[in-house]
């Protein structure tokens, strides 16, 4: 299950998965596009492991790396409580 996180204002969706037992989360971001559907990627915490990147620029990814960065003990933090509840 995937857990909203964050919505940017191009609203750009940020979600996350509840804690796997090796202690990853899978992060999602999705950006709606008018000439592609939607921009998606995939990456994996806490070793920001980056999958399935499609429509984004090496120049946005490293801006979702910086943002996910300054918020990796959150959403850490969420996705643990998430998988007790």
């Given amino acids: 299950m995937m857990y909203p996180f ?3 204002a191009d609203e750009t969706e ?3 998965s ?3 037992s ?3 989360v ?3 971001i999705e950006t709606p596009d008018e000439h592609d559907g939607f921009h998606n990627a995939v990456c994996w915490l806490p070793k920001y492991r980056w999958e399935e990147i ?3 620029s090496d ?3 490293e801006g979702y790396k910086g943002l996910l960065k300054n918020n990796v ?3 850490k933090e969420l996705s643990n409580k998430d998988c007790n509840v």
């Fill in 26 to 28: 899978k992060v999602y």
């Fill in 6 to 8: 964050l919505t940017l």
């Fill in 18 to 20: 509840e804690m796997k």
């Fill in 14 to 16: 940020i979600t996350y």
């Fill in 73 to 75: 003990n959150l959403i």
């Fill in 59 to 61: 120049e946005e990814i």
């Fill in 22 to 24: 090796d202690g990853t």
């Fill in 54 to 56: 499609h429509g984004y």
